[in-house]
């Protein structure tokens, strides 16, 4: 029996000054059989989509709370991404 598809977004929060975070996401990602793309990418905050089965997606957010050495993850907020908002909220 196969698991459903689903399509995740991770905000990550943290310290990502180092480079290697980004390529051992996508290698990470790749090893895990997800797809993956990296939407935005700064020293203080990442967004990745990740579509694959629930529990490769779970992992996947583990080894992002682990990482590297050289980055430090503070929070990881995973949301479905079609319960995403497509404009964002007025104050």
Known sequence: MTQPVLTQKFTMHGRFAGESFLPWMERHAG???????ILTATETRIELALQGPQALIDAMEMACSLGPIDIWV????????????STPAQP
């Not at 929070?75 to 991404?81: D, N, Q």
């Open 74 to 85: 503070e929070e990881i907020e995973s949301v479905p991404l079609n319960e995403m908002p």
């Open 31 to 37: 090893k895990l059989g997800l797809e993956n793309e």
